[in-house]
């Protein structure tokens, strides 16, 4: 019998509506660089910084969408994400939490989780990945951390005096984006984990992170990024949707260790 191209086989991985979605975003995504062109930055041609943009969104939309599927995969794809915001942080001279917190956590949680996913396959379906749910107290833990994190980071980072960045030379405005990129980096690790662990709650985290980042994409004046984030948003209630009536239907417990006996 005669193999399906790959290119056959991945289409068909993709339901109707995951390649209407995927693709209504990247045309989006293509008009808006072309509405609202990117100006030049710190002596970068504001073609270069668009270029970057838009290869973060489609990367983006891609790595969402295989998480929504329980898909391994979803982490080499991360990646790209995590190469092509390093390079944005660096051009844009912004953001630097969440570069570092890229370099020093997303990079290196990306590696580790593909081998964990890995680990732990449907034992129906291969492509999938078993998913579960956190329990109170690890969640009132994670807000703390995460309050804790925007504090501290956002005060150091607030002390960086930057030149040439993408947000002008308003030191209010600079503060500001200062502590919710601190937060949105926090909000960003507690996910991370919770995608390693393959906690449902990683979507809750992502409705966070989306908001601080769309906030912080208008006061940047980042429109083209803000196709991104509505791809997000209808991702993540797609994905909770999802991961919900997985757990649901394989009856996975709520806690996340098994208690120990009397």
Known sequence: MKKENVFVRLWKFYT????????????????????????????????????????????NILCELLISKQSKWNFLVSLVVEATEI?????????FATMA????????????????????????KNELTVVRKLNGWEEITVILGIVLWTIVMGYLFSLIDVE?????????????VCYMDACCSAVGMAN???????????????????????AINIMS??????????????????????WNKYIKENNIKITSRPKAKA
């Not at 917190?101 to 129906?124: E, G």
């Not at 004046?221 to 999802?242: D, E, S």
Request: contains cysteine.
């Open 16 to 59: 109707p509506y995951e390649k209407i979605w995927f693709l209504s975003i990247t045309v989006l995504a293509f008009l808006f660089a072309f509405l609202f062109p990117e100006e030049d930055v710190g002596g970068i041609n504001g073609k270069v910084i668009m270029a970057l943009y838009l290869v973060d969104i489609f990367s």
């Open 87 to 95: 390079a944005i942080c660096i051009v844009c001279a912004y953001r």
């Open 101 to 124: 917190t890229t370099i020093f956590f997303w990079i290196p949680i990306d590696i580790i989780s593909f081998f964990a996913w890995n680990k732990h396959p449907d034992k129906d």
């Open 164 to 176: 040439n960045s993408i947000l002008g030379d308003n030191p209010a405005l600079i503060k500001a």
């Open 192 to 214: 991370g984990l919770f995608i390693l662990f393959r906690y449902r709650e990683q979507w809750l985290a992502w409705y966070i992170s989306t908001f601080l980042e769309i």
């Open 221 to 242: 004046g980042q429109w083209v990024l803000l196709v991104l984030k509505a791809g997000y948003l209808t991702n993540t209630t797609y994905g909770y949707i999802k």
